[in-house]
């Protein structure tokens, strides 16, 4: 066990695992449409771990494919689903990252567009869109160049 072929094909074995376990996990979590069937996938993959781990502890150099498998399945499946859910809200909103999945939790579009989605429809719109008077579209139509947002002093 201390070989070095032993422990580079034990590696190996772990980042395939991982690798296998973020391609499930961002599939199951694309067909998960509630917050509900998210956790339960979750749990399936905690299982499947726990089940794996029994049988694999026979062959030394598999042990470590159920850990990376499960690691993998996590972050695949809160890619997948695209939505801070759980103690991922925690996660995100302390290393300040995914700040979309953050922004759709708080509004709570997510379920709708995940719903959309496996019907093969487009995404609800949830823009609230006014009509410009004629005063205001004689300046945004016509020269192709942007508005001019403001006067802005520069320092």
């Known amino acids: 066990m201390t ?22 996990g ?3 979590g694309e067909r998960a449409a509630t917050s509900r069937e998210y956790w339960v996938y979750n749990l399936i993959a905690f299982v499947a771990c726990i ?9 030394p150099l598999l042990c470590s494919a159920p850990l990376g498998f499960l690691a993998g399945c996590f972050t695949g499946l809160k890619m997948g ?5 759980g103690p991922w809200k925690k996660f995100d909103r ?10 759709r939790a708080a509004r709570g579009s997510g379920e709708a567009t995940r ?7 487009a995404a609800p719109d949830m823009i609230s869109v006014a009509q410009e ?6 300046a945004s139509q016509g020269s ?4 001019r947002k403001g006067t802005r002093k520069k320092r």
């Open 3 to 24: 070989d070095p072929a032993f422990i580079i094909a034990f590696v190996l074995v772990f980042l395939f695992s991982i690798y296998l376990g973020f391609t499930v």
């Open 26 to 28: 961002t599939y199951a």
């Open 51 to 59: 089940v794996a781990t029994a049988i694999l502890t026979l062959i």
């Open 81 to 85: 689903f695209g939505e801070s859910s």
């Open 94 to 103: 302390f290393f300040n990252v995914n700040k979309g999945h953050r922004a």
């Open 115 to 121: 719903r959309a989605r496996h019907k093969g429809k």
């Open 133 to 138: 008077s004629d005063a205001g579209q004689g």
């Open 144 to 147: 192709g160049h942007a508005a």
